[in-house]
């Protein structure tokens, strides 16, 4: 069965409020170390981990045959793999994909996981890499992993009756110092069976061409307690380098190859977002991944609108509320590292609320009309 993660989502979308790259820069040498991780980069040994790619993303939602509908009417993505009751979709010309996984009775839905690709993919030689930096192996949780998983890796072995091989497809995960999950795997990694999870049959081909052609992943925003500690858990952990900038505590970290980042926006844990800021202290909770983003040739923000309100995805309106099925465009101004007439970031929600974005494939996190001068 393909793995179950509920971590908490925020659909709102208030922005990392931004300065100047002097500022930033300014701003670095003050940012929280982890200490086992920073062990090893006193030691010049250069990452724990070296990773290539963003690979893919997981949701979970309440109505898996409209979520799928829904997605391959809009990107006329195929289905690539089945994991038990998961499906994975294909993004662009694969194996790259996200994968719709049922929530369970009590369930929210949620965008679980990030999973990035390695340049070795060997189980043991990455565990202890993992080790290396201070991450800790433990058996695969019995239960939705937590904040109590932090600092700790594991292996999951999925059976043929999740599409996986007989003796079991090695799947690596860890946990971040805020309880984000995170996925390792081979570059040719389908969400199939073989020891490399690469072995997938022909694609399922959607019921229809779509009306939006995406081509890859472009980023994930994630929001946690610090946001300082987890820019600089990841430069050291997978030796991630800051592309562009976008506010103080969120540097976008380029991931391989000068597209693909993660941004890490900081003061959103206790009581959500603004948690601990005044009122006592609260419990903490896990990291959110707030929204993830795919990118495509030729974008265009008002046909994709029009494409987008032509399928049944409203414009949002006035207010930042925002629930399933709506649309909206935040311009990041220069102050946050955008054009001076601003760069238009376009957002909508699926059938479950859960926020994706779409950009052009040029675009990196930085100026511009499109995002793309880092």
């Not at 976008?252 to 009581?271: E, H, K, P, T, Y």
């Not at 994709?304 to 995805?313: A, F, P, Q, S």
């Not at 779409?358 to 996190?365: A, K, P, R, T, V």
Request: a negative charge; hydrophobic letters at 35%; proline letters at 8%.
């Amino acid at each position: 069965m393909a793995p179950r993660f509920t971590l908490p989502f925020r659909a709102d979308d208030d922005e990392a409020r931004g300065v100047t790259r002097r500022d930033m820069l300014a701003a670095l040498p003050a940012l929280a170390l982890v200490p086992g991780v920073v062990a090893q980069a006193a030691q010049g040994s250069g990452p724990a981990v070296r990773v290539r790619k963003l690979h893919s993303f997981g949701l979970t939602v309440s109505d898996i045959g409209r979520s799928l509908e829904f997605y391959q009417g809009l990107f006329g993505a195929p289905v690539q793999a089945r994991q038990g009751d998961a499906v994975c979709l294909r993004i662009g010309s694969g194996p790259q994909f996200f994968s719709l996984v049922p929530t369970r009775p009590g369930e929210t839905p949620r965008i679980t996981h990030v999973c990035f690709t390695t340049e070795r993919f060997d189980v043991d030689g990455i565990l202890a890499d993992l080790s290396a930096a201070g991450i800790g192996r433990i058996d695969p949780p019995a239960g939705t992993p937590g904040l109590e998983h932090a600092m700790k890796a594991w292996v999951r072995r999925r059976g043929p009756d999740a599409g996986g091989a007989p003796g079991g497809t090695p799947e690596v995960f860890f946990a971040d110092p805020d309880g984000l999950l995170v996925q390792l795997q081979d570059p040719r990694y389908c969400g199939g069976a073989g020891p490399l999870g690469d072995v997938c049959a022909s694609p399922e081909a959607a019921p229809t061409s779509g009306l939006l052609a995406v081509k890859d992943l472009s980023h994930f925003t994630i929001f946690g307690s610090d946001g300082q500690r987890a820019n600089r858990f990841y430069q050291d952990l997978f030796g991630l380098s800051v592309q562009a900038y976008q506010g103080p505590t969120a540097p976008v970290l380029g991931v391989g190859d000068g597209i693909q980042f993660v941004m890490f926006a900081g003061g959103f844990g206790g009581r959500g977002r603004g948690g601990g800021r005044g009122g006592g202290a609260a419990a903490p909770v896990p990291a959110t991944i707030h929204h993830g983003c795919l990118n495509m040739d030729g974008f265009d923000t008002e046909r994709v609108l029009e494409t987008l309100t032509g399928y049944g995805i409203r414009p949002r309106g006035d207010g930042n509320a925002t629930g399933p099925l709506v649309h909206y465009i935040s311009l990041r101004m220069p102050e946050r590292g955008g054009a001076p007439g601003g760069t238009p970031e376009l957002y909508f929600t699926d059938p479950d609320g859960l926020l994706l974005q779409l950009q052009d494939s040029s675009y990196c996190g930085g100026g511009g009309v499109l995002g793309n001068e880092c």
